[in-house]
Nanobody, 120 residues
Framework: QVQLVESGGGLVQPGGSLRLSCAAAASRNLFSMLTMGWYRQPPGQRRELVADIASGGSTNYADSVKERFTISRDAAKNTVYLQMNSLKPEDTAVYYC????????????WGQGTQVTVSS
C-alpha cells in the first residue's frame, strides 16, 4: 500500500488555473516504477480518468482536458502534479490521485480527494 496525499484544490473562476499535488509515501525506487494518475468525480457522475504518467514519463490525457491540463512527476520528491489551465465549470469535481503498477489497469491506491470548484 502506498499512501497518497493530495493538495491544491479550491475555488477558481472560469479561465483560471490551479495546480494539484500528490505526495506518495513510498520509497523512491517503488515510486519510480509506478504509473501515477489523476481521476475526477463530478457531482452525481462516475469517476473518470483525467491523466496519467508512466514511470518513463509517457502521458495519457482524457480528450476533455487535452491542451489545458498537464501531468508531471518529480522523482526526487515522490510527487505528481496536475497543472490545470483554462478551467471550465464542467471541470468541477473531486480530484483523486492514484497509483498503479504499470502492467495492471486498476489502481491499487487512492488519495483522499481534493475538491476543485470552477465558478464565477
Amino acid at each position: 500500500q502506498v499512501q497518497l496525499v493530495e493538495s491544491g484544490g479550491g475555488l477558481v473562476q472560469p479561465g483560471g488555473s490551479l495546480r494539484l499535488s500528490c505526495a506518495a509515501a513510498a520509497s523512491r525506487n517503488l515510486f519510480s516504477m509506478l504509473t501515477m494518475g489523476w481521476y475526477r468525480q463530478p457531482p452525481g457522475q462516475r469517476r473518470e480518468l483525467v491523466a496519467d504518467i508512466a514511470s518513463g514519463g509517457s502521458t495519457n490525457y482524457a480528450d476533455s482536458v487535452k491542451e489545458r491540463f498537464t501531468i508531471s512527476r518529480d522523482a526526487a520528491k515522490n510527487t505528481v502534479y496536475l497543472q490545470m489551465n483554462s478551467l471550465k465549470p464542467e471541470d468541477t469535481a473531486v480530484y483523486y490521485c492514484s497509483a498503479r503498477h504499470t502492467r495492471v489497469a486498476t489502481p491499487f491506491s487512492w488519495g483522499q480527494g481534493t475538491q476543485v470548484t470552477v465558478s464565477s
